[in-house]
C-alpha cells in the first residue's frame, strides 16, 4: 500500500456525499481511504456506508467522541500505507492532488507537500499563503524557516509513515478548537524531515461558518489549548530536544490568539505551563520583525494585565 488517506470525521452528513466523490474521483489507485467516525451523532455513518459500497479502498472505523487530533492519531496507528495524509471532509481537492504528489516521490523523502492552500468563503476563493523562493530541490525541514512562519496545512501533503511512528510525532489530543495540529507541525520541525514543495496549489479549505466539521466552527477551547501545550513540552522534553523553539511557538501562537480574541486568560495559561519568559535564542528562530511585533503585543499585554507573571 502505497498512500493511507485519514478523514476525521464528526457530524459531518451535509458533506460526505461531496467528499467521497470527491475521494472516489482520485486518480491513484494503490490508496485505501480510512473514515475515522468519531462518535457522530447525526448520519454521518450511515450515509458512509451507503456511499462507499463496492469500493473496496474505503474503511470505516467508529469509535466515542474523543476529538480531532485523536481520531488522526488513531487513524495513522492503524494505516497501512508507505505514507499517509489528512483530508477533512468538507473542503475539497481536484482528482490528481494525490497522484502528483506520489509521482513527486524521489528517493527518501519524508514529506512531499504543495506550495500554500486556498481558502474558499462565501464562493471567493484566496490564496492563504505562498512559500516564496523556496528551495527547488528537496531539502531539510529546518534549512528553509519561512515554512515555520505560514499556515499549518497539514493537509496539503503527504507524510512517511514510517518518519511519523518512528519520531512518535502525534496530533495533541485537546477537544474543540484548539489547535490540535500544531504538535504535529513542531514536531515536524525538531525532527527535520527530508522535504520537497511542488510549486503549485491545489487544497481547497472551505469555510461553511456554523456548519464547518471537524471542529472548525467550535468555541475556542483555552483549557483544552493548555491540555495541548503540556502535550507539547512532554513530547519535547521526553524527546530530548531542546524546548526553546517550543516555548517560542507556543508564544507566537499564544499572542495570535490574544491578538484575535484579547481573552488575557489564555496569556495566563501561557505563563502558567511554561513559567518564564524565553529571551535567549529568539533571533535564531523568528526575524527580526516578527520579534517586533512580539514584544508591541507583550508589551500591550503588560499593560492591561496587572497581575501578569
Excluded at 523553539?245 to 490568539?257: D, E, G, S
Aim: aromatic share 18%; proline share 2%.
Amino acid at each position: 500500500m502505497l498512500l493511507s488517506v485519514i478523514i476525521p470525521t464528526y457530524n459531518s452528513q451535509k458533506f460526505l456525499k461531496t467528499c467521497i466523490k470527491c475521494l472516489k474521483q482520485q486518480l491513484t489507485r494503490d490508496i485505501e481511504f480510512i473514515f475515522i467516525n468519531d462518535g457522530s451523532t447525526d448520519n454521518s455513518l450511515k450515509i458512509i456506508e451507503y456511499n462507499i459500497k463496492n469500493d473496496n479502498r474505503f474503511k470505516i472505523y467508529s469509535k466515542k467522541n474523543t476529538g480531532y487530533g485523536d481520531s488522526c492519531n488513531y487513524g495513522i496507528s492503524i494505516s497501512k500505507g508507505k505514507y499517509i495524509a489528512i483530508f477533512e471532509p468538507d473542503d475539497y481537492i481536484p482528482k490528481d492532488f494525490y497522484s502528483e504528489l506520489i509521482n513527486n516521490i524521489d528517493g527518501e523523502l519524508d514529506i512531499i507537500k504543495y506550495n500554500g492552500i486556498y481558502k474558499v468563503q462565501n464562493n471567493q476563493k484566496s490564496r492563504l499563503f505562498n512559500y516564496y523562493n523556496h528551495p527547488k530541490n528537496n531539502f531539510y525541514f529546518r534549512n528553509y524557516k519561512k515554512i515555520l512562519y505560514s499556515h499549518p496545512s497539514i493537509t496539503n501533503g503527504i507524510y512517511k509513515r514510517d518518519f511519523i511512528q518512528r519520531h512518535k510525532i502525534k496530533f495533541c489530543t485537546g477537544s474543540g478548537a484548539s489547535y490540535q495540529d500544531e504538535q504535529f507541525r513542531i514536531s515536524i520541525f525538531y525532527t527535520n524531515p527530508l522535504t520537497k514543495i511542488i510549486d503549485k496549489c491545489k487544497y481547497e479549505y472551505i469555510i461553511h461558518g456554523d456548519n464547518s466539521i471537524n471542529y472548525k466552527g467550535k468555541k475556542l477551547n483555552i483549557q483544552a489549548i493548555e491540555k495541548n501545550w503540556q502535550e507539547q513540552l512532554a513530547w519535547v522534553t521526553n524527546q530530548k530536544f531542546d524546548v526553546y523553539f517550543n516555548y517560542v511557538y507556543a508564544y507566537r501562537q499564544m499572542l495570535n490568539i490574544y491578538k484575535k480574541t484579547k481573552n488575557y486568560q489564555i496569556v495566563k495559561s501561557f505563563f502558567k505551563i511554561h513559567n518564564k519568559m524565553v529571551y535567549p535564542n529568539y533571533f535564531y528562530y523568528l526575524n527580526v520583525n516578527t520579534f517586533d511585533l512580539f514584544k508591541y503585543y507583550i508589551n500591550l499585554i503588560k499593560n492591561k494585565i496587572k497581575d501578569f507573571k
